[in-house]
């Protein structure tokens, strides 16, 4: 999935590109394995995220530890129901992934979060101005030393301080351009 709708989509290079192997027989030898490559590789430079509507970015659900690493994880229902849209039917989504951690996420050295549309409006809110809360795990981000959220208008809707991240991204330095 990350192929047709990130990598071919963005013209990334597909070497660069790197997930867990969630197809693998013994998933937590494949979740160490990606987890010794990342430092093999030097870290992270640029995580790619997108927001679920719980909240959830990876696949780090709801009450997921902040300092956890690449495993195994259980979707909730509306995780599921949302991501049908990728299978022929409700029943094809799987009900376990491999995701990174949010504590692998947070080791990047720079992060970007992508958002579009109304579906996504409250867990954006709640990720940029909510608590930090494991409820949220999104909210993690604002821990992030170098973290960027981009989002449509219908996707920053429930945003407090709109007028204020327009006006921020509107009069930014010549250097952040």
């Not at 790197?18 to 160490?32: K, S, T």
């Not at 930090?132 to 604002?142: K, N, R, V």
Request: proline share 6%; net charge negative.
């Amino acid at each position: 999935m990350i192929d047709r709708e990130v990598t071919a989509r963005l013209g990334l290079d597909p070497a660069r590109v790197h997930v867990p192997d969630g197809m693998a027989d013994d998933i937590e030898g494949a979740a160490a394995a990606y987890e010794r490559a990342i430092v093999d590789a030097g870290g992270v430079d640029l995580q790619i995220l997108g927001i679920g509507s719980t909240g959830h970015i990876g696949f780090n659900e709801p009450t997921s530890s902040f300092a956890s690493r690449t495993r195994i994880k259980t979707l909730t229902p509306e995780t599921r129901r949302d991501n049908a849209r990728f299978f022929p039917s409700l029943d094809d989504v799987p009900l376990h992934c491999v995701t990174q951690g949010l504590g692998t996420i947070m080791d990047a050295r720079s992060v970007l979060l992508v958002a579009f549309g109304e579906g996504k409006a409250d867990a954006v809110a709640a990720a940029v101005e909510g608590p930090l809360s494991s409820m949220c795990p999104g909210s993690i981000l604002q821990m992030h030393p170098d973290a960027t959220v981009v989002v449509d208008e219908a996707a920053a809707a429930r945003l407090t301080l709109r007028d204020y991240y327009d006006f921020v991204f509107e009069n930014r330095p010549e250097w952040q351009r």
